[in-house]
T-cell receptor, first 117, second 115 residues
């Protein structure tokens, strides 16, 4: 069965420092991977996705993610954190082995990013 | 461009009452979804719909009913609310069918409290 793990409930980083939010996945077929961000009292906003091709994916707000097939990881990164990046981040996966008609995503439990000024 | 909206944004109800959460999207997306968000569980899929009059169960459908008579609306009904259904509910939509790459777009959520 497909699954996603976000091993850290919270990540703390100082403003201006690089940040990494970790995500690992387990699927049978090709993985299709997504990152979403949730600001307080808001819905989830799409950040970026990996479908195929370049392992480094660039997304919104200066975020990027690196797909690593051997480590089954898709970590979210940003070179220089901002206080406004503080939010809840979700990784999600879709398994390419199964029929795409269901279009279902499996979400991780989320990682709270706290950026200190 | 309203996108995807949910109403109400906040709801308090009592055990045993029927509650309907509304979801409306203006993109004419084929797919719509209902998730619940709970601490320690992330987002879990309740029901989804591939088109008008086509719905199917997700991971946690018990206690919920959905309908989709129009493409743009996807209401979620709790027929007899229980305390375990206290949660934040998100509606989402995506453009097409049978595409692994399609992005889901989320509404702002409804915070439901069942007393």
């Amino acid at each position: 069965a497909q699954s996603v793990a976000q091993p850290e409930d919270q990540v703390n980083v100082a403003e201006g420092n690089p940040l990494t939010v970790k995500c690992t996945y387990s699927v049978s077929g090709n993985p299709y991977l997504f990152w979403y961000v949730q600001y307080p009292n808001r819905g989830l906003q799409f950040l970026l996705k990996y479908i195929t091709g370049d392992n480094l994916v660039k997304g919104s707000y200066g975020f990027e993610a690196e797909f690593n097939k051997s480590q089954t990881s898709f970590h979210l990164k940003k070179p220089s954190a901002l206080v406004s990046d503080s939010a809840l981040y979700f990784c999600a996966v879709r398994d390419g082995r199964y029929g795409g008609a269901t279009n279902k995503l499996i979400f991780g439990t989320g990682t709270l990013l706290a950026v200190q000024p | 461009d309203a996108g995807i909206t949910q109403s109400p944004r906040y709801k308090i109800t009592e055990t045993g009452r029927q509650v309907t959460l509304m979801c409306h999207q203006t993109w004419s997306h084929s797919y719509m979804f209902w998730y619940r968000q709970d601490l320690g569980h992330g987002l879990r899929l309740i029901y989804y719909s591939a088109a008008a009059d086509i719905t199917d169960k997700g991971e946690v459908p018990d206690g919920y009913v959905v309908s989709r008579s129009k493409t743009e609306n996807f209401p979620l009904t709790l027929e007899s609310a229980t305390r375990s259904q206290t949660s934040v509910y998100f509606c989402a939509s995506s453009e097409s069918m049978a595409s692994y790459t399609d992005t889901q777009y989320f509404g702002p959520g409804t915070r439901l409290t069942v007393l």
